[in-house]
């Protein structure tokens, strides 16, 4: 099992930053892809950004390439997503993810098998 909290949403400006944390515990959190989902009201839940086991390999959604950075770090069982220029359509639950069926990374929420409680952020104009 593997048990993951969600911290640091609240509200922010546009054109401001904010920075999600999750901290993992449980099984082995050092060999396991991480990822960050979020959902906004109304709409599916959609892929924000995702890392490798080892922190080495990141890949994002175009929506927020370039704004937005996810860092893992093993030693502290943490995974972070700075977020930059954020803008109103940002404004979502924010959720981490892990995924242990294998060392691959994804993009689909259907791969990852735990999950955070979610953060809200809320951008406003």
């Known amino acids: 099992q593997v048990h993951l909290v969600e911290s640091g949403g609240g509200l922010v400006q546009a054109g401001g930053s904010r920075r999600l944390s999750c901290a993992g515990s449980?099984?082995?959190?050092?060999?396991?892809?991480m990822a960050w989902f979020r959902q906004a009201p109304g709409k599916e839940r959609e892929f924000v950004a995702a890392?490798?086991?080892?922190?080495?390999?990141?890949f994002y959604a175009d929506s927020v390439e370039g704004r937005f950075t996810i860092s893992k770090d093993n030693a502290k069982d943490m995974v972070d997503l700075q977020m930059d220029n954020l803008q109103p359509g940002d404004t979502a639950v924010y959720y981490c993810?892990?995924?242990?069926?294998?060392?691959?990374?994804?993009?689909?929420?259907?791969?990852?098998?735990?999950w955070g409680q979610g953060t809200q952020v809320t951008v406003s104009s």
């Open positions: 890392v490798s086991w080892s922190g080495r390999i990141t």
């Open positions: 993810a892990a995924k242990s069926d294998d060392y691959s990374t994804a993009s689909s929420s259907t791969d990852y098998d735990y």
């Open positions: 449980g099984r082995t959190f050092m060999y396991l892809p």
